[in-house]
């Protein structure tokens, strides 16, 4: 009678393959942990936990912003040959012709609880607080020695408007731009210090819950006044607007 051969599983033989779905399942889930922030890895951050950090802006001002970074051209920065604060007209002019200097109104806008000097028509701030966005800190201003506690920022630099198109304006519009509000923000003196001319490549706030807005501010300013990006900001700019959230 012909018999049937046996081979005897070797003790165990099964073990190998269930040991290996199970690193994969663990693996799948550390992936899943890590992308929802629930696990971290030193030195990269996952894309939710990148979004809740940076903040976010309403939903239909990000896509607009996305939009506008698409259209912005980008080429290589032009040299600061003939740069002057001087080409973009008198600091701080009253071009809205309201009777108060920018400097004044944007103070009046930013600073909570202002306090204006009498007899100028609410024009010169005497004193208030800011929550500044870059820092995240409450600043107190008091007009004074301590003035420069709080300064006036250009969201998008002078120097880097330069740079970056606005040698190729008239006298005009640099003076325009200069003193347009949609461009100045109420900071913290040292953080405005530190930024310097710098752009999204290579100057973020330290407050990373505001950063979102702060690459949403640089992008509506830049298309708007038809601006350019080198390749490294108009990177930054995309991989920050990508992690925004819409709020």
């Not at 051969?5 to 550390?30: C, D, E, F, K």
């Not at 309403?58 to 996305?66: E, G, I």
């Not at 202002?114 to 201003?141: K, Q």
């Not at 330290?206 to 490294?232: H, I």
Request: charged share 20%; aromatic share 6%.
């Amino acid at each position: 009678m012909l018999q049937r051969s046996s081979r005897r599983v070797p003790h165990g033989g099964r073990r190998p393959r269930v040991a290996g779905l199970t690193a994969a399942a663990a693996l799948v889930a550390a992936v899943l942990g890590w992308f929802a922030g629930l696990i971290q890895v030193p030195g990269i951050e996952s894309p939710l936990t990148a979004q809740a950090q940076i903040g976010g802006v309403p939903a239909a001002q990000l896509s607009a912003a996305k939009a506008s970074l698409a259209a912005i051209p980008v080429k290589g920065r032009a040299p600061k040959t003939g740069y002057a604060r001087s080409e973009f007209g008198e600091a701080w002019a009253d071009t809205d012709r309201n009777g108060c200097d920018t400097r004044n109104d944007v103070l009046a806008r930013d600073l909570r609880g202002a306090v204006f000097r009498a007899g100028t028509r609410d024009c010169v701030v005497l004193s208030g607080s800011l929550e500044d966005p870059y820092t995240g800190t409450t600043i107190p201003f008091q007009r004074g020695e301590r003035s420069a506690d709080v300064q006036i920022d250009h969201i998008v630099p002078l120097s880097d408007a330069w740079q970056k198109g606005a040698q190729q304006w008239t006298a005009q519009q640099r003076h325009s731009f200069a003193n347009d509000p949609a461009n100045l923000r109420a900071v913290d003196g040292p953080a405005n210090q530190q930024k310097s001319d710098g752009d999204l490549a290579t100057w973020l706030p330290p407050n990373r819950s505001f950063r979102c807005e702060y690459a949403v501010d640089v992008v509506e300013v830049k298309a708007g006044y038809g601006l350019w990006m080198t390749q490294a900001e108009h990177d930054k700019a995309a991989e920050l607007l990508g992690a925004c959230r819409a709020e």
